[in-house]
């Protein structure tokens, strides 16, 4: 590993006078990375190489515009030479992509190189890189890929030889010095009339009459090897990476030991080499000549004992160490997706609304007790707004006529009738936004007037509990009575429900559960469903017919309520969760509830206050389940009128029949007061 | 003023020969749609520049401009937009590990004349957008002005004008995304377009 910091550190020591002249140093390569290069070495680690340590081949590309890089895309892999880089030099590697990060780790690095060393020196000594130049230049890659999190550790290795040592015999020159205009335009010819592979890597030979033949490296070493003194100049010409003026790229490491392996006499003479440097439309008008020798001990090098490979890549600190990357915002296909829907988010805030608070609605957690049609459509509209916790709950299974109306169904979900609404939602979510935590709890709720099962009152605690723990309940189900429970449990936790329901051709939207501060009407609470419906909840269930079974609406009025339930929560937490009626966020007016009507395409916007002797949300049946919960939930699911009694409806209606009979008896003044004394003992 | 795929073509062949004469490195890509088995062209360059380090980290306030400075590879793709008929700028920069320069990368990198500006409006210059036919994330300046920078500057449909309005629109943009443009763009053999 020394030797070869030495030589990378060209810089510094650059003036390094030696007995010979000064010495050679060469620039070394970097690695430079396309995105698309991991996406392939991801795609071939998963399809084809799976569990083995392969190595592949790889074609890397440089070019002689003062850039020393190695680069390499996902054409890389491809084994066919891309022609449309044609303006650039190939450069063949070998990629070893280790299993785990410990045998990534603890490979011997040494014994690694010398492997490729060993590698790239067969080719030398076989001959098979005067053939074909491009494998001149040569490098490895050790990799570990974390393809879970997208983190890459690799190590780029430029192998090159060690030793022998070369030393410049005077400063290098410009080559515009050296060869005419005309000269450099049979160069250029010359060069653009080489195959692609031969490029990087050729000789010319100049007659002192200004004439000028590019030959490949082939018969360049030819020229050599027959050493017949001619009266032509030869010079050996490679493509320059460096961005050095008195340094040449590291290619030229590999093919002077190439040479002086194959032509053992000229050991002994200067070389003359070319560095061309720019591009063949530029005429590489700033390349270099540099005049190069061997050190005396002209063996040292060549025997078997002295052969050591260098070529390990720095990192960015300039270590000899692995390069890692995490490029799991690049490629991670889910932070991508949550990425670019915080983004599209981000535009309305940025661009419409900059008061807009998107945190407080990413972090509300939603529950939505109905998974029907009203349920589909919230959460969707919900994940459309970024929230990230969705619950549902609902005990039903999906059935045939339920995928075409409930955007989270498909036909697969009904086979067998085996999926339960719940489960495949919370599922269906996942499926649309990886991101998103959804959960569903199959669990029906329990009704007021339907003879209690026996696990009504886990039920119970059941719901409570999660009613507690979310931050906002969406009242979607199919049933009056079924939504008596959740808003009086809404009402007790002080949370903010949203109760969607639906007629065949209207809708209403109403949100309640919080206590509200309002000074001025000195309204504590908005009205629920039940407040403005002096009916206790019975068993709606049982009179209906089979066409009533299912909610019988027309198909939009379930998308355009659904779609105001959530932009009434987005808008009220806005402020916050307790807003009064008509309050001002920075989305607009927040109602209390919404009526439409299809049959007219009108909309109203009514805020009732809560009814004190409401049979969901009164005080009196709030605190009443608190104190004597068994007894009271007892009473109220076997008796349907027990609500109404507690609260007083039973009364009050009472009182109206009464009003009506004091009515009829208006006209009979003498009877009155006998009259107003048995409706007091009745009411007793 | 809005160009037609065809024009664009023509502007964008007449573009690419001078670069080629001057060794800028623009190349016309071909991409071909799988479905329907039409071919789409773009123009593209690939280079490198060097980032002062400073740049790499915009949290950091102290601005201390260092001599190290690092290599970052820059990729430019002048696509065709359908729905705006006009050129559409996307690009993509990375280090050399091929890790993507971020959005924040992206807006420091603006050349200060244009910079306040940016900053003002961030979301209206630059966005993170897939690319239309690779799929990977880009960078890019939004088309949704660029038929007004035409007009602007006096290309209409209708009037024969004296230079490639793709150079003049390109031009136009090349300090939002950090591209050098040679000014002999600019002056080269005048051609007519009808």
Aim: charged share 20%; aromatic share 10%; with cysteine.
């Amino acid at each position: 590993m020394s030797t070869s910091s030495e030589t990378a550190n060209i810089i510094e020591n650059m003036d390094n006078l030696v007995g010979d002249g000064t010495l050679l140093r060469f620039q070394p390569f970097s690695s430079c990375l396309d995105p698309n290069f991991w996406f392939k070495v991801c795609q071939l680690k998963l399809d084809v190489d799976k569990l083995e340590e392969v190595h592949r081949s790889l074609i890397g590309y440089y070019d002689s515009k003062s850039s020393p890089f190695v680069s390499l895309d996902c054409s890389s892999f491809n084994q066919e030479v891309n022609y449309e880089t044609s303006s650039k030099y190939i450069a063949h590697g070998h990629c070893l992509n280790k299993n785990t990060i410990d045998s990534f780790k603890n490979c011997d690095k040494n014994e690694l190189l010398k492997e490729f060393g060993e590698r790239m020196l067969n080719d030398f000594r076989s001959g098979k890189a005067i053939e074909d130049p491009s494998i001149i230049p040569v490098f490895d890659i050790l990799m570990y890929s974390d393809l879970k999190k997208f983190i890459f550790y690799y190590w780029f290795a430029f192998p090159s030889l060690a030793n022998p040592k070369y030393y410049l015999t005077d400063t290098p020159t410009i080559l515009k010095n050296t060869f005419s205009a005309a000269q450099f335009d049979l160069l250029v010819s010359g060069f653009q009339n080489l195959n692609i592979n031969q490029r990087g890597f050729f000789g010319v030979v100049s007659t002192d009459d200004g004439n000028l033949k590019v030959m490949t490296l082939k018969q360049y070493i030819d020229v050599l090897q027959n050493n017949v003194e001619n009266d032509f100049t030869n010079y050996l010409v490679f493509a320059d990476p460096s961005d050095l003026l008195n340094n040449p790229g590291w290619p030229l490491r590999n093919l002077l030991y190439l040479i002086l392996l194959h032509c053992p006499s000229i050991r002994n003479s200067v070389l003359r080499v070319i560095a061309l440097r720019g591009s063949p439309t530029s005429k590489f008008s700033t390349s270099m000549l540099f005049n190069i020798k061997l050190s005396s001990n002209i063996e040292m090098g060549f025997q078997p004992d002295d052969i050591a490979f260098v070529g390990w890549e720095k990192n960015s600190k300039g270590i000899f160490c692995p390069k890692y990357v995490d490029l799991s915002k690049t490629m991670d296909s889910k932070k991508q997706a949550r990425e670019s829907v915080d983004l599209n988010l981000k535009l309305m805030k940025w661009r419409i609304a900059p008061d807009l608070n998107l945190d407080v609605i990413a972090q509300s957690k939603c529950l939505i007790i109905g998974a029907g049609t009203l349920g589909c459509c919230i959460a969707r509209n919900l994940m459309s707004w970024g929230v990230r916790n969705i619950t549902f709950i609902d005990s039903g299974k999906v059935s045939y006529s339920n995928p075409v109306r409930q955007s989270l169904y498909k036909h697969a979900h009904c086979i067998n009738a085996n999926t339960y609404k719940a489960t495949a939602a919370a599922e269906a979510l996942r499926e649309i936004y990886p991101e998103i935590n959804s959960k569903g709890v199959v669990m029906s709720i329990p009704m007021p007037g339907h003879a209690a099962n026996i696990d009504d009152h886990e039920n119970i605690n059941l719901l409570s509990e999660l009613i507690e723990n979310h931050d906002v309940i969406f009242l979607v189900t199919d049933s009056r009575e079924s939504r008596w429970l959740p808003t009086m449990l809404s009402t007790l936790h002080n949370k903010l429900a949203i109760t969607a329901a639906l007629g065949f051709d209207s809708y209403l939207v109403l949100r309640h559960g919080v206590v509200v501060q309002d000074v001025s009407t000195n309204e504590k609470k908005l009205g629920c469903y039940f407040c403005n419906d002096v009916t206790a909840p019975g068993n709606s269930l049982v009179d209906r017919t089979l066409d009533q079974q299912c909610t019988v609406t027309r198909p939009g009025v379930s998308s355009i309520a659904g779609a105001l339930a959530v932009e009434l929560f987005v808008s009220c937490i806005q402020l916050k969760y307790n807003a009064p009626a008509n309050a001002t966020s920075c989305l607009g007016v927040i109602p209390h509830s919404i009526r439409g009507f299809l049959c007219d395409f009108q909309q109203i916007m009514p805020c009732t206050p809560s009814f004190f002797q409401c049979i969901a949300c009164s005080l009196k049946v709030v605190n009443d389940f608190l104190n004597n919960r068994e007894e009271f939930l007892l009473n109220v699911f076997r008796n349907p009128n027990y609500l109404e009694d507690l609260t007083g409806l039973t009364d009050l209606k009472n009182k109206f029949e009464n009003i009506q009979i004091l009515e009829l008896n208006d006209s009979d003044v003498e009877d009155s007061e006998t009259y107003n004394d048995q409706t007091v003992t009745a009411i007793d | 003023m809005s160009m037609t795929y065809d024009q664009f073509m023509e502007y964008a062949l007449d573009f690419k020969n001078h670069s080629d004469s001057i060794d800028d490195g623009w190349n016309i890509h071909e991409y071909k749609n799988q479905m329907t088995g039409s071919i789409i062209k773009y123009l593209v360059k690939k280079e490198m520049q060097k980032m002062n380090k400073f740049l790499a980290n915009p949290h950091n306030s102290e601005f201390h401009l260092e001599e190290d400075s690092e290599t970052i590879i820059c990729e430019y793709h002048v696509l065709y937009n359908p729905s705006y008929s006009s050129p559409d700028m996307f690009f993509n920069m990375w280090f050399t590990n091929g890790k993507l320069l971020s959005i924040e990368h992206i807006w420091s990198r603006v050349h200060s004349f244009v910079k306040q500006q940016v900053n003002n409006d961030k979301w209206n210059a630059i966005t993170q957008k897939e690319h239309p036919l690779s799929g990977i994330p880009f960078f890019r300046v939004h088309p949704c002005k660029n038929t007004h920078i035409l007009d602007n500057l006096g290309v209409s449909s209708v009037k024969t004008f004296e230079f490639n309005p793709l150079t003049t629109w390109l031009s136009t943009i090349s300090s939002l995304v950090g591209l050098e443009m040679h000014l002999s763009y600019g002056h080269k053999n005048i051609v007519s377009y009808n």
